[in-house]
């Protein structure tokens, strides 16, 4: 994996969550959209993959992979696809999705339904570590995806997926923790969570969930020939929790400045493969 050309990348698509690249009216357009479970993230790239427009908005709309709001969904995907379309000025056709690894038929549906009800053409649907290592291009390794719900990884041996799984144990958990530890709503303990201020004094608190998430990282790649991990999703950004991860494992742990918008970049990324 080149870490600079990550990060480059995914600095690239923090600006263009404000602005948009210049693209021409018939030049290719490609869409990927990401249905978490406290963020759905769409990002448009062009045929070479560069990030060209990024959209983003909070929602609690999915739980575990499952949604649980389709209404809701559907109306938040159309929202950001009408958003992005404004500011390019062209019509977006073509999008692939993701998912964690393990969702059933008929989740994958509903997620394909929300995304076809907010106008756009659903051409793959992929789980969400596959994704992410669109933009990592892991040859050997364990992608490891940490969002709202769930734990999910991708086992790669020489860039081919020989193995995926997904538990429950993710963002939403440490919010609940955070909750019960200072009495307050799960809303002002998101807010503490987000807030950079108080990143030491979060992790000490939710140190416990994190050596779970470690558990079920060892779990599944024990017995199998894993030399580093990857670590990608919103959750990662916890300050200093790659640190849990390695101790616990033993493995090497790399974890991108900004691992939230991997995932989301890599599934518009393999929308352009699919053409």
Known sequence: MDIEAVESRIAELERRISTVAEVSAREKLYVGVDLGTAYIVVVVVNASGEPVACALEFAQVVRDGLVVDYVGATQIVRRLVGQLQERLGRELEDAAIA???GTGVRECATHRHVVEG??????????EPTAANAVLNVENGVIVDIGGGTTGLSILENGKVTYVADEPTGGTHLTLVLAGNYGVSFEEAEKIKKDPARQREVFTVVKPVIEKMASIINSHIRGRNVSDIY??????CLKDMEKIIAKETGKPVCKPSN????TPLGIALNCVKKD
């Not at 670590?231 to 990662?236: I, P, R």
């Open 259 to 262: 691992p939230f918008l991997v």
């Open 231 to 236: 670590l990608v999703g919103g959750t990662c």
């Open 99 to 101: 998912v964690p690894p």
């Open 118 to 127: 907010a106008g756009l053409n659903v051409t793959s649907i992929l789980d």
